[in-house]
């Protein structure tokens, strides 16, 4: 597990009924309970083990617009935006801070994809500057490669993973919403082809809006009602260490290794790119959908087959009925094995590239499971054929940052009110309806 996260206490009385009921307390569920219930609507918030427990505190915690793919650059923007007036609005530290983020690489082919996509942020006015070998050395002092190049975006910055989403949850329970952690939702109530509610495992509340916010879990979740949603599971692994005098003072990305420093003097580091695959019968069922992308990203990729996946978690072949337990309570909360070998190769990638970081040391390491598209574009989509429902999922590893805006969006739809941005780029229809999905872009 990673750090500890951030206590947030149940509601007392489990309601009968609710506007809108939100599945998963992750970052994209607790922020679009905040943004409907700032709507004054009777919200409740289930979450089948802990707020924040599972990818939205395992992440990096970096809040980016550089290097996005271009259909969720408008989404991106402003969630940035939404990360400082959320601070203020809720009154709860999200560790939010615009720090900036830098890039530096020896590979040409890097930095000409970095000025490309800078030409397309300029667009959308976001600012980006690419960094000559000298001033990539200048925002790396104490670095021992002779950068060739980079990028800086000095808007963009993080937050911290194990606040965030217990504090958006807080923040909306002290405003009136509803929380109950442990208490998985078995599956919908459904009356004349619509959502009519929700079956927990502590009943029946009746609704005729629900997200479904269930992560690496959503799949899973929507097959249980015919709903066919083509996502991939991925390992990841990062590591904190111990504190340090820091030599490295703002989040930095290279080839090798990608850290944030801490206010204490640690910092959160991961090895960009690399994952582990654990296939079981969801990733069976859309290989033919994720064989592009895992043709692009193989050499970056652990495959560990095993049974235990085809049984037990988000890519088992279980079925259930609404009145036994599903695997939702089996597995309250995701935690997956770190790849120690990731996590050595990160630290001596450190110790390498800064001498003043020689004696760092390992504190704590984890693993987490990232929802994934085959496009890596996420789905905030209403479901057209079953009324009522709206899917927030597939972040593919980069949904941290852009949680508040994914929120917002995924309470426009629930309500029917104009959407925050153009929808169209997640729409859950272009997985299923034969669309030529893009390639993924920047991440």
């Given at each position: 597990m990673p750090a500890p996260l951030r206590y947030v206490q149940d509601s007392t009385d489990f309601?009968?009924?609710?506007?809108?009921?939100?599945?998963?307390?992750?970052?994209?569920?607790?922020?679009?309970?905040?943004?409907?219930t700032k709507q004054g609507l009777r919200v409740v918030l289930?979450?089948?083990?802990?707020?924040?427990?599972?990818?939205?505190?395992?992440?990096?915690?970096?809040?980016?617009?550089?290097?996005?793919?271009?259909?969720?650059?408008?989404?991106?923007?402003?969630?940035?935006?939404?990360?400082?007036?959320?601070?203020?609005?809720?009154?709860?530290?999200?560790?939010?801070?615009?720090?900036?983020?830098?890039?530096?690489?020896?590979?040409?082919?890097?930095?000409?994809?970095?000025?490309?996509?800078?030409?397309?942020?300029?667009?959308?006015?976001?600012e980006s500057h690419i960094l000559t070998a000298s001033a990539a050395k200048a925002m790396t002092p104490g670095s021992s490669t002779a950068w060739l190049g980079g990028v800086s975006s000095p808007t963009d910055g993080y937050a911290e993973p194990a606040w965030a989403a217990p504090g958006l949850a807080r923040a909306a329970v002290a405003r009136g919403a509803m929380l109950f952690q442990q208490c998985a939702v078995r599956g919908l109530d459904i009356s004349g082809g619509a959502v009519s509610g929700v079956w927990t495992e502590r009943g029946l509340i009746k609704t005729s809006r629900v997200i479904v916010a269930a992560g690496a879990w959503t799949s899973l979740f929507c097959r249980r009602h015919g709903i066919d949603l083509p996502m991939g599971n991925v390992i990841g692994t990062a590591f904190r260490t111990k504190p340090i005098e820091q030599a490295i003072t703002v989040p930095f990305y290279t080839g090798r290794f990608a850290c944030r420093p801490q206010l204490d003097g640690s910092y959160t580091v991961a090895v960009s790119g690399r994952g582990r695959l654990e296939p079981g019968a969801q990733g069976l069922r859309y290989v033919r959908q994720f064989w592009p992308t895992f043709k692009s990203r193989r050499k970056n990729l652990t495959i560990s087959p095993g049974i235990a996946p085809f049984f037990r978690g988000p890519e088992s072949l279980r079925s259930w009925s609404l009145d036994s337990?599903?695997?939702?309570?089996?597995?309250?909360?995701?935690?997956?094995?770190?790849?120690?070998?990731?996590?050595?190769?990160?630290?001596?990638?450190?110790?390498?590239?800064?001498?003043?970081?020689?004696?760092?040391?390992?504190?704590?390491a984890w693993g987490g499971m990232i929802d994934s598209t085959p496009d890596?574009?996420?789905?905030?989509?209403?479901?057209?054929?079953?009324?009522?429902?709206?899917?927030?999922?597939?972040?593919?590893?980069?949904?941290?940052?852009?949680?508040?805006?994914?929120?917002?969006?995924?309470?426009?739809?629930?309500?029917?009110?104009?959407?925050?941005?153009?929808?169209?780029?997640?729409?859950?229809?272009?997985?299923?309806?034969?669309?030529?999905l893009n390639s993924p872009g920047m991440m």
């Open positions: 309601p009968d009924s609710a506007d809108v009921v939100i599945i998963g307390a992750g970052i994209a569920g607790s922020a679009a309970t905040w943004e409907l289930l979450e089948k083990g802990l707020v924040g427990a599972e990818q939205s505190s395992r992440n990096w915690g970096w809040c980016r617009q550089q290097n996005r793919d271009e259909r969720e650059l408008p989404l991106s923007i402003y969630a940035l935006q939404r990360w400082t007036e959320l601070e203020r609005e809720t009154g709860e530290d999200l560790g939010f801070r615009r720090s900036g983020l830098v890039y530096a690489t020896q590979d040409q082919s890097e930095i000409d994809a970095w000025e490309k996509w800078g030409h397309i942020a300029k667009q959308y006015g976001v337990v599903s695997p939702f309570e089996k597995v309250r909360i995701l935690d997956p094995q770190p790849d120690h070998n990731m996590v050595q190769s990160g630290l001596a990638a450190m110790r390498s590239e800064y001498p003043a970081l020689a004696n760092l040391q390992v504190a704590q890596a574009i996420p789905v905030i989509s209403r479901i057209d054929k079953l009324p009522g429902l709206v899917v927030s999922a597939g972040y593919s590893g980069h949904g941290f940052g852009i949680g508040p805006g994914a929120g917002r969006l995924a309470a426009d739809l629930a309500t029917d009110i104009t959407p925050v941005v153009d929808p169209a780029p997640f729409r859950y229809s272009r997985l299923v309806d034969g669309s030529n």
